[in-house]
């Protein structure tokens, strides 16, 4: 279907230690968009690729789009307590199908 | 610049009522969308609704339902409440295909 898979579904790291959160899709994507989402908080924007093998970056947070324009993936350098949350992929379109979503604990 | 605002923040009603939910999105934003998230589970599409249309539908049954105003808020209503309808309810506002920006949602609960 349309659906997104992200993986893993849950990561432990030290903090310090990097990460890194996988999306996936059957189909090809016209754009992904990227969210994290705080621990009793609201989703909130952090990017939009669009071209093909695009890659950009955030400070620590690297978010690259495959060639295919199929597989996106966040990953984030030397995590600190802050990175702690839920990131989410999703792809725009008629309906807006969120991915599954990665959940982050970052252990001090 | 107010952010997106829903209200109520929580609710509580029993099995086989009905709830509406409101949301007031971001001033000139004209679509807003309606997500399920239950407890520790990711955000389930409900509703799209873009210049007063419903655009598309997630796969929920007609229960759920909803409509967008001339100023373009929106209300979610949910007939014939269920127990498994107990969740947060994020609403997000975006202009055309823009990122969404969020609400802090309501939670629903069902007794």
């Known amino acids: 279907g349309q659906q997104v898979m992200q993986i893993p579904q849950y990561q432990h790291v030290q903090e310090g230690e990097d990460f890194t959160t996988y999306c996936n899709s059957s189909t090809t994507l016209s754009n992904i968009q990227w969210y994290k989402q705080r621990p009793g908080g609201h989703p909130v924007f952090l990017i939009q690729l669009v071209k093909s093998g695009e890659v950009k970056k955030q400070k620590r947070l690297t978010f690259q789009f495959g060639e295919a324009k199929k597989n996106s993936s966040l990953h984030i350098t030397a995590t600190q307590t802050t990175d702690v949350g839920t990131y989410f992929c999703?792809?725009?379109?008629?309906?807006?199908?969120f991915g599954t979503g990665t959940s982050l604990t970052v252990i001090p | 610049e107010a952010g997106v605002t829903q209200s109520p923040t929580h609710l509580i009603k029993t099995r086989g009522q009905q709830a509406t939910l409101r949301c007031s999105p971001i001033s000139g934003h004209t679509s807003v969308y309606w997500y399920q998230q239950a407890l520790g589970l990711g955000l389930q599409f409900l509703l799209w609704y873009d210049e007063g249309e419903e655009r598309n539908r997630g796969n929920f049954p007609p229960r759920f339902s909803g409509r967008q105003f001339p100023n373009y808020s929106s209300e979610l209503n949910v007939n014939a409440l269920e127990l498994e309808d107990s969740a947060l309810y994020l609403c997000?506002?975006?202009?055309?295909?823009?990122?969404?920006?969020f609400g802090d949602g309501t939670r629903l609960s069902i007794l």
């Open positions: 997000a506002s975006s202009s055309g295909y823009q990122p969404q920006h």
């Open positions: 999703a792809r725009t379109g008629n309906q807006f199908y």
